[in-house]
T-cell receptor, first 113, second 114 residues
């Protein structure tokens, strides 16, 4: 079955470390997105990419970086510059075009220790 | 800037009842609206997608309506079941083709009491 796979499910980061969250999709979707979810807040957009080798900052990109070397993959790196990284991270994809909805992965919970 | 509000933040109803969840948005120039379900600690599952030119969409016991001019959408759940307990999120797409993004509400946490 087609879908989005996020790994790992749980991730622990020490102060000063960079960590990378994986997102892979086999839906042949052009666009991919990273959202952050905090308790009591709506999901907020970190980065998005509509084609390979191109990506744009979302609303809260500071302290994060991404790459899009393959259509299927859109990894997110949480750098040491992100001062409050503890959150639930969700990856999504969709076919480009306004008629299509979003498909989400199962999420990665990142905790700073 | 688009803002999406969902009221109430939490709702508890007895099993078998019909219920309505509300979503409002400030900018009516949307392209579509999507309802999602989220179980604790899990990702989002898409329930219904309504295009801006549509008034409603139905899937099983779920019916979503859209009134773009008033900036409102409702999700109607018929004959509620304990398995419907989850957080329900609505999200609207942006207004610039090619640069669209979803703006989410904070959700309604629904509990169905057996």
């Amino acid at each position: 079955d087609g879908g989005i796979t996020q790994s790992p499910k749980y991730l622990f980061r020490k102060e000063g470390q960079n960590v990378t969250l994986s997102c892979e999709q086999n839906l042949n979707h052009d666009a991919m997105y990273w959202y952050r979810q905090d308790p009591g807040q709506g999901l907020r957009l970190i980065y998005y990419s509509q084609i390979v080798n191109d990506f744009q900052k979302g609303d809260i990109a500071e302290g994060y970086s991404v790459s899009r070397e393959k259509k299927e993959s859109f990894p997110l790196t949480v750098t040491s510059a992100q001062k409050n990284p503890t959150a639930f991270y969700l990856c999504a994809s969709r076919t480009t075009g306004l008629a299509y909805g979003y498909t989400f992965g199962s999420g990665t919970r990142l905790t700073v220790v | 800037k688009q803002e999406v509000t969902q009221i109430p933040a939490a709702l508890s109803v007895p099993e078998g009842e019909n219920l309505v969840l509300n979503c409002s948005f400030t900018d009516s120039a949307i392209y579509n609206l999507q309802w999602f379900r989220q179980d604790p600690g899990k990702g989002l599952t898409s329930l219904l997608l309504i295009q801006s030119s549509q008034r409603e969409q139905t899937s099983g016991r779920l019916n979503a309506s859209l009134d773009k001019s008033s900036g409102r959408s409702t999700l109607y759940i018929a004959a509620s079941q304990p398995g419907d307990s989850a957080t329900y999120l609505c999200a609207v797409s942006g207004t610039n083709f090619g640069n669209e993004k979803l703006t989410f509400g904070t959700g309604t946490r629904l509990t169905i009491i057996p």
